[in-house]
């Protein structure tokens, strides 16, 4: 049995220039600790905003990403 080491964030209730900086923040520490497998974000349904920002900005800095849920409101970031 594989047991995984995920990071996650929140970023209910952020503007987008808040969940921007929260998330440079949360793959830096992910990519400076090397037991962590994942960084699971959590951007909610809402307007959408959060969610295209995250892509956009996951996609830029060459991250591989999947959603766990049907709705792609929790994005898991792979190493």
Known sequence: MSEYFVKKIDLHGLSVSQATAK???ALFEFNEDSYLDFLDIM?????????LQVETL??????????????????????
């Open 23 to 25: 998330v440079l923040n």
């Open 43 to 51: 951007v909610g349904n809402g307007t959408g905003a959060l969610k």
């Open 58 to 79: 996951l996609e830029e800095e060459g991250y591989s990403f999947t959603y766990l849920n049907q709705t792609h409101s929790l994005i898991r970031v792979k190493k």
